[in-house]
């Protein structure tokens, strides 16, 4: 508005000021109008996004949309009364130049030559059409990987130690102290904090993943606390890979696992890759499972691979001897009451604390490290026996060591094995882990192992549970729904453009020439996101989106000044030039405004992508729309024919 005011004041004409300020808000206030309601229209859709990421992403639409219906009223009201008010002395002497100035004749220049012919014109239009394809594919070579979500950059990380079922409590500790040595080695950490046994305060983590849970003896926890983010060149995520290769050097029994997590590690799910085995029975779940954790040891970027199952706790079963006991003449009751005492341990009294705290009981029992069958514990007086012989535990007991059962997991009613693992290296989202281990599957000799290969699902649990089939989930599920919600609230948004277009100017035809310069976007999106080496995310997805109201918007305001500058004795070519010499300089600031708005979340690790889309995304597209629509109408119209009406 502030543009068009200016060039209507350096016409003088013999209008006043004010006389040219309205004519020059008229002029370009239906368009303007329409301009705004696409950007609406654009964001809008986004606010019925499902899923976790749906409240994350709704106050987006809902602020930048009444944004924009305010700053269309500052527009047309605010902005030409201060123009009026205060631009008068500075314009007084017209620099302004009518016909654009030399940003104008920059334009001509090389329009000229593109719109020269209908051949150039077309030449040129398939130069842009496969850049676009080039950029497409981009994504299928993998140049451009897809991410929900970008790694954040924390202060701390956290070390997840599981060891077998049945490992003493010391035993974990110990693993505790050699993965805290190894991690004290990395430059970036300040302070460790080792849980073995208990849980680690509760975090996000802890939340999400259900680590507050974590309270048995072969389960531990390393809060590493790293440099604050301001002093330290690395990310955290960085530090993360490194903390993990380092750790492959540690020594763990089989069923051990040690896991690097970021906080947060992502999305919250219960892993960042988790497939689902669903089969008729446990056993047939297990079998495919352990083939399926295998193949996903095999996959380099697949890292910290686990089970829902691990080994089976081993079970210390104490069996009194009846022989023995009739022998001796000793209860089985007084045997089992000594071995409760022992094993279990027995609250003798409570010591108060004060202070409204909870007393402290005072329980007598056996060490934790003590808890083993061996000779001493074989020799502990439990009973005595009628003559007045005390009679050793050994004596009246039978001691096997027999495997425990392994834990059951159901999703839904339905039983389910699960196989987790997360993503590091070449590779950090879960689409690429998948699509890997699919090929793998594949590939693997099921029916020589005797097994049968089970059937891929990408999303909903299967119907007919008597075949084994693999589900994926964790983060790939929140994935897929967000983007086809997103994909879905992109469809929306073109018809509800194309509908405003076709209402402005009363053509079906003609708002899809307004429309094509949406897919150009993606021309600097992919080319930003190569050079930042970014993940396309779900933010660079809004950011594309938002482009799509806003490119729409920069053509609807070229094609209704081609529209009025049409006039007899005006060729097609004077016509499309003279429009875009005069919208070049406020389609270019507009676009400039923006950009600068997006350069200040380019650091930020989440928003990078939003950011990316809307500063290369603006420059590509704005450079050439203001170039494809005057090709497109000089392909779709006859070399010199007049133009009457554009």
């Given amino acids: 508005m502030i543009e068009n005011i200016a060039r209507h004041w350096a016409m003088k004409d013999g209008r006043s000021r ?3 300020a309205i004519e020059a808000v008229a002029e370009v206030g239906n368009p303007t109008i329409i301009a705004t309601l696409t950007v609406v229209a654009a964001l809008l859709p986004m606010l019925f996004v499902s899923g976790l990421m749906g409240p994350y992403m709704a106050p987006i639409p809902i602020n930048a949309s009444a944004a924009m219906v305010f700053s269309f009223f500052v527009a047309v009201i605010i902005a030409p009364w ?3 008010r205060f631009a008068r002395q500075t314009l007084a002497h017209g620099h302004e130049d009518a016909s654009g100035g030399r940003l104008g004749a920059l334009y001509a220049r090389y329009a000229t030559r593109v719109i020269a012919t209908r051949q150039s014109a077309r030449r040129f239009l398939t130069g842009v059409g496969v850049a676009t394809l080039v950029a497409c594919s981009m994504f299928y070579f993998k140049a451009v990987t897809v991410k929900l979500l970008p790694f954040d950059n924390k202060s701390e990380v956290q070390l997840v130690v599981d060891m077998p ?13 050699q993965a805290s040595a190894i991690a004290r080695q990395i430059p970036e950490v300040t302070a460790m904090e080792a849980y073995a046994g208990t849980a680690a305060p509760f975090n996000f983590n802890g939340l999400v993943r259900h680590y507050f849970l974590r309270a048995r003896p072969e389960m531990g926890d390393v809060m590493v606390a790293l440099l604050p983010k301001g002093t330290r060149s690395r990310s955290s995520h960085a530090i993360a890979v490194d903390l993990r290769e ?8 089989k069923g051990g696992v ?14 960042t890759l988790l497939a689902e085995i669903y089969g008729p029975d446990e056993a047939t779940r297990q079998k495919t499972a352990l083939v ?3 193949i996903f040891r095999s996959v380099p970027f697949i890292v910290d691979t686990d089970t829902s199952f691990g080994e089976p706790r081993p079970t210390l079963r104490l069996m009194p001897d009846r022989t023995k006991l009739d022998h001796y003449g000793v209860s089985e009751r007084q045997v089992l009451d000594s071995m409760g005492a022992l094993m279990g341990g027995q609250t003798l009294a409570y010591i108060p604390r004060g202070a409204d705290r909870d007393p402290l009981p005072i329980e007598l029992g056996l060490d934790q490290a003590q808890r083993v069958w061996n000779g001493a514990l074989a020799a502990t007086p439990v009973a005595q026996a009628p003559s007045g012989q005390l009679l050793s535990l050994g004596e009246l007991v039978e001691a096997r060591t027999e495997q425990g059962g392994q834990a059951i997991f159901r999703r839904d009613g339905r039983g389910a094995t699960m196989v987790m693992a997360d993503l590091a290296g070449r590779y950090e989202a879960p689409i690429y882990g998948l699509f890997a281990v699919d090929e793998a599957i594949e590939a693997y000799d099921w029916k020589g192992h005797g097994l049968t290969k089970p059937e891929i699902l990408m999303h909903g649990q299967p119907e007919d549970e008597s075949h084994t089939s693999l589900l994926w989930d964790g983060e790939w599920e929140i994935t897929w729904v967000t983007f086809r919600d997103m994909g879905g609230a992109f469809m929306v948004a073109l018809l509800g453009i194309y509908v405003l277009v076709v209402g402005q100017f009363g053509s079906f035809k003609l708002p899809l020439v307004i429309l094509t310069p949406v897919p150009l976007t993606l021309i600097g999106i992919v080319l930003g996101h190569m050079l930042f080496g970014a993940p396309f995310t779900a933010t660079s997805m809004i950011g594309f989106i938002a482009l799509a109201g806003i ?13 009025h500058t049409a006039a007899p004795g005006k060729s097609l ?11 070049v300089k406020p389609i270019a600031l507009t676009a400039a405004a923006a950009m600068i708005g997006a350069s200040v979340i380019l650091t930020d690790p989440i928003f990078q992508g939003l950011a990316i889309s809307l500063l290369f995304g603006l420059a590509s597209s704005t450079l050439l729309t203001l170039l494809v629509i005057p090709a497109i109408y000089v392909v779709l119209r006859d070399d010199g024919i007049e133009c009457m009406q554009a």
Avoid: H, Y
Avoid at 168 to 175: D, I, K, N, P
């Fill in 258 to 271: 040690i896991k690097v997590v970021e906080t947060p590690p992502g999305p919250p799910v219960m892993a």
């Fill in 551 to 563: 490119i729409v918007r920069n053509s609807i305001l070229l094609v209704d000044f081609i529209r």
């Fill in 292 to 294: 399926v954790e295998q």
């Fill in 165 to 177: 079922e049945g490992t003493a409590l010391e035993q974990t500790g110990r693993v505790l102290e």
């Fill in 82 to 84: 201060l123009m009026i």
């Fill in 573 to 583: 070519r004077q016509v499309l030039i003279e429009a875009g010499r005069i919208r």
């Fill in 246 to 253: 380092r750790l492959k050097a540690m020594a763990l029994p």
């Fill in 18 to 20: 004010q006389q040219a």
